[in-house]
Structure formats: structure tokens, C-alpha cells
């Protein structure tokens, strides 16, 4: 089986698309999950909205990739998810994609933990964290595939995925 593999510009495009459609996530989260706990300010439950915040991110991709292999950002950037014979994921491999996912973010938060121990600026800790997320994405044109390392471990892997184009049919 053939398959073209997106550029890694395009899927750092999606990436960033797809943080403006967590955003819109997290504040339905946020306006659901306020009123039922009775938060009055940001920092009462704080524990409870980030579970939940996490449980949310979890669904929305879990039910995505395992639907049609395309979240809205990946659809637009013409992205598809699939397994690496090229099939539908199921919940399991959706939701271990997802959590090892988060492995773009364990070095920059890491390092800007120990940035903040030495007491390092703003500006300091965004530049690497910008550097520690661009690392990661260059990893991807080093292994195999130039899949992701979170691809990789799971077993799946992203596609260029353009839909056929739709033709207007004639009326009988």
C-alpha cells in the first residue's frame, strides 16, 4: 500500500488549528463545568476542571479519529489518522495515541519548571519551549515513516487524505 505522508509544515498547520478548536473545547467545558460545582472564581475546583478539561480533549479526539479519522483541523489540512495497515483506529489505540500524544509537552514543561526554580524571565522559558516543540516535530523527518514518535509507539500513522471532488448531478 501506498500512501503520501503530509508535510510536516502542514501537519505543524493543523496543530495550530487544531489549538483554536481546543480552545472553543475548553470554554464549553469551562461553562459547564463552572455552574455545576458552584465555582466562584478560578482557583475553587481548579483539580476538578482540569480533569475535566482532560477528560474533554480526550473524548474529542478519541470520538474523531475513531469516527472518520479526522478531526475538523485535519480535515482542512487534508490529514487522516488510520492504523498502520491503514484501517480505522478503535477506541483503545485512539485513546493511547492521545495520551502518549502529550510527550510534545513533557520537555518544555519540564524545562520551564526548572527555568522558574532559577528564576528565568517569560521569555526565556516561551523560546525554549518553542524550540523543545519544534525538536520534537523534527524528529518526525528522522524516524521512520517521518511519523511522529507518538505514531510510532501506537501504531498509527498520518496520511494525506484528499476527498474526491463532488460532482453536481444532473436532474433526472
Known amino acids: 500500500m501506498t500512501v503520501s505522508v503530509p508535510g510536516l509544515a502542514r501537519r505543524l498547520a493543523a496543530f495550530l488549528y487544531e489549538g483554536i478548536l481546543l480552545f472553543a473545547v475548553a470554554v464549553i467545558t469551562g461553562l459547564v463545568y463552572s455552574p455545576l460545582v458552584q465555582q466562584r472564581n478560578a482557583m475553587e475546583h481548579r483539580a476538578g476542571l482540569i480533569a475535566a478539561l482532560a477528560c474533554a480533549f480526550a473524548a474529542y479526539f478519541v470520538y474523531f479519529w ?42 518544555p514543561v519540564a524545562a520551564a519548571s526548572q527555568m522558574l526554580k532559577h528564576g528565568l524571565g517569560f521569555g526565556a522559558i516561551a523560546c525554549v519551549g518553542i524550540v523543545s516543540l519544534l525538536g520534537y516535530a523534527m524528529l518526525a523527518l528522522a524516524l521512520p515513516g517521518r511519523q511522529f ?16 471532488p463532488k460532482t453536481a448531478g444532473k436532474p433526472a
Request: aromatic share 6%; proline share 3%.
Open 66 to 107: 475513531t469516527r472518520s479519522g479526522q478531526t475538523l483541523a485535519m480535515k482542512t489540512w487534508h490529514i487522516r489518522l488510520v492504523r498502520a495497515d491503514g484501517t480505522k483506529l478503535g477506541v483503545p489505540q485512539a485513546l493511547a495515541r492521545h495520551l502518549l500524544s502529550y510527550a510534545w509537552w513533557l520537555l
Open 149 to 164: 514518535l507518538h505514531d510510532l509507539l501506537c501504531g498509527t500513522m498520518l496520511v494525506t487524505h484528499v476527498p474526491a
